[in-house]
């Protein structure tokens, strides 16, 4: 009887371990993806700052 029951709980579990194993490295790349785009996102908001500076001083008569 304990056979039986080894064999329910490895057809239960078998499959959830191998789905989340071949899921891992989808995940991995889905939050690698958001992290660049959170760093992106702060990159051309300080490159726009950036150049929003240096106009703002180009006009005062001051170069950057």
Do not use: C, F, H
Request: charged letters at 20%; zero cysteines; a positive charge.
């Amino acid at each position: 009887m304990s056979s039986k029951n080894l064999s329910k709980w490895l057809l239960i579990l078998l499959p959830i371990v191998a789905a989340a194993y071949l899921l891992w490295p989808t995940y991995s790349y889905y939050q690698l993806n958001q992290e660049r785009e959170a760093l992106a996102r702060d990159s051309a908001a300080l490159e726009q700052w950036d150049v929003s500076t240096v106009n703002r001083s180009s006009r005062r008569g001051m170069v950057a």
